[in-house]
């Protein structure tokens, strides 16, 4: 499978109240992959939605990511993304199984990424590009860092951090493969402009 096009990731604050409806009406668009990014310590609510967006995904084929828990996506049997103070990578390979799709966050650092890759991730994500609501504190980097990894990373990129449909050409113009979008996609005040946004996101790589 290539990993190329949309990354939605869901916020559980963002979506309180309208979680699937926003999740079904991205995956309406066009999701290469969806990552369920909930911060909170509620296990059996982070199961219940984790559940749910899986038989959504399995209805529009596209693959579940699970943010941080290797635990819960290994239960799930889907994939996981780490940052650097999840937990290592080899483990989660090993718990996971080779079919599973691992991302590592390399903030701006290309060395991350080679090692990332080294050590068996799918993808590696790097960010913020621009100025994020969500994470506002990440670490910035610009596109002077995917021209940096052409050549240099031979894993799928996946560039995160403010990205919207007004700011993110560029980034695919600059070699991005995956747009992991929060309120760029979800900060809508409709299903259907949900939609609208997630078949925008596609339709860069269309043209790239
Ligand atoms: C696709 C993607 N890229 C980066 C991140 C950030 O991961 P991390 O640095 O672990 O921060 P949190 O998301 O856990 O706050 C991500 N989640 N997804
Ligand atoms: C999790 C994360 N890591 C770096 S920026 C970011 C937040 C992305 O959310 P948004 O698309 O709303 O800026
Ligand atoms: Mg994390």
Known sequence: MKLRGLYAITDSQLLAGRFLAYVEAALEGGVTLLQYRDKSQDHARRLGEAEALKALCERYNTRLIINDDAELAARLDVGVHLGQTDGPLTPARTLLGRSAIIGATCHAQLDLAEQAAREGADYV????????????????????????ARGRIKLPIAVIGGITLDNA????????????????????????????????????????
Do not use: M, W, Y
Not at 125 to 148: E, H, I, M, W, Y
Not at 177 to 192: C, E, K, M, Y
């Open 125 to 148: 994500a790097f960010g913020r590009f621009f100025n994020s609501v969500t994470k506002p504190g990440a670490p910035a980097c610009n596109v002077q860092l995917l021209d940096d």
């Open 169 to 208: 050409a560029p980034l695919v113009a600059h070699g991005a493969d995956l747009l992991a979008v929060i309120h760029g996609l979800f900060g809508a005040d409709s299903t259907a402009e949900v939609t609208r946004r997630a078949r925008a996101f596609n339709a860069l790589f269309a043209s790239a």
